[in-house]
């Protein structure tokens, strides 16, 4: 099983940055996909961006293309979310996804931000 840790997040002012990181530890091989969800209360899980392990091809929804991105570091195995211009709406808890072969998918502890004045 993989297990995810997450870091970054926190508050913001709109049109500022922040990265989020998530480091998989366990058995990393069976990872298929890291990806980024988004939850605010009352509303369902939404994925925000998404990377394959092995190839390296990233997606991003269309309501963060442009300012978030996705990236990972081979050498830390650390998958990163890279948030840019920031708005009220992008206030969310963020979790950290990890598809594994024929495994359940693995979730981080969820780290909260919040874009505000």
């Known amino acids: 099983q993989v297990q995810l840790v997450e870091s970054g997040g926190g508050l913001v002012r709109p049109g500022g940055s922040l990265r989020l990181s998530c480091a998989p530890s366990g058995s990393i091989s069976s990872i298929l996909t890291m990806g980024w969800y988004r939850q605010v209360p009352g509303k369902q899980r939404e994925l925000v961006a998404a990377?394959?392990?092995?190839?390296?091809?990233?997606s991003h929804a269309d309501s963060v293309k442009g300012r978030f991105t996705i990236s990972r570091d081979n050498a830390k195995n650390t998958v990163y979310l890279q948030m840019n211009t920031l708005k009220p709406e992008d206030t969310a808890v963020y979790y950290c996804?990890?598809?594994?072969?024929?495994?359940?998918?693995?979730w981080g502890q969820g780290t909260q931000v919040t874009v505000s004045s």
């Open positions: 996804n990890a598809r594994q072969l024929l495994r359940a998918d693995a």
């Open positions: 990377i394959n392990w092995s190839s390296g091809r990233t």
